[in-house]
């Protein structure tokens, strides 16, 4: 079945840590998407990229980074420079970045500073 | 600048009882709207979306939602209300013209449903 997987589903953090979240599809999109869920707040989008080797920082970026070395994988890393980095973290692919298809999201990530 | 607000925080309907939840949004071009469910610590599902044409999008699960560019709302509907529809609910805004067709999505409306 085609999808999105993020892994892991639970994570826990070390203040003063980086950690990465695995984000891979196998639909065959164009465009991925980070975004970030606190309670009362929605989604705000962290970075996305349309197409491989390309990004671009989304509202929340400061104290992430991420890559896309492949169509397929678009890993999130959240830095130490991240203050508050307890969330869940949901990424998201559609065919093209243009907004005119529907996005597919992954079960989420949520990650706790411990 | 481009938003999504959704007013109500939280509702409670009773089972078999008729539901609409509210969303407003702005953004000077043609919109193109979704209405996505969350369960609790899951993904987001697409319920229904509308990029043009008739105003009036019917989705998965009984849902339709209604466009109204005068009042610039893409309320969602439910003739009758299943327990099983209790999740939370998101009303997004996709970015056109060089955006990346990112997502700005509202704060999110609570459903609980009373048996």
């Known amino acids: 079945d085609g999808g999105i997987t993020q892994s892991p589903k639970y994570l826990f953090r070390k203040e003063g840590q980086n950690v990465t979240l695995s984000c891979e599809q196998n639909?065959?999109?164009?465009?991925m998407y980070w975004y970030r869920q606190d309670p009362g707040q929605g989604l705000r989008l962290i970075y996305y990229?349309?197409?491989?080797?390309?990004?671009q920082k989304g509202d929340i970026a400061e104290g992430y980074s991420v890559s896309r070395e492949k169509k397929e994988s678009f890993p999130l890393t959240v830095t130490s420079a991240q203050k508050n980095p307890t969330a869940f973290y949901l990424c998201a692919s559609s065919i093209t970045g243009e907004g005119d298809t529907e996005a597919f999201f992954g079960q989420g990530t949520r990650l706790t500073v411990v | 600048a481009q938003s999504v607000t959704q007013p109500d925080i939280h509702i409670t309907v009773s089972e078999g009882a008729s539901l609409e939840l509210r969303c407003n949004y702005s953004?000077?071009?043609?919109?193109?709207l979704f209405w996505y469910v969350q369960s609790p610590g899951q993904g987001l599902q697409l319920l229904l979306k509308?990029?043009?044409?008739?105003?009036l999008v019917q989705g998965i699960k009984g849902f339709e939602a209604e466009f109204k560019r005068s009042q610039s709302s893409f309320n969602l509907r439910k003739p009758s209300v299943h327990w099983s529809d209790a999740a939370e609910y998101f009303c997004?805004?996709?970015?056109?013209?060089?955006?990346?067709?990112?997502?700005?999505f509202g704060q999110g409306t609570e459903l609980s449903v009373k048996p």
């Open positions: 990229s349309q197409i491989v080797n390309d990004f």
């Open positions: 997004a805004v996709a970015l056109l013209y060089n955006q990346g067709g990112k997502l700005i």
């Open positions: 509308y990029f043009s044409g008739d105003t």
């Open positions: 639909l065959n999109h164009d465009a």
């Open positions: 953004y000077g071009a043609t919109p193109y």
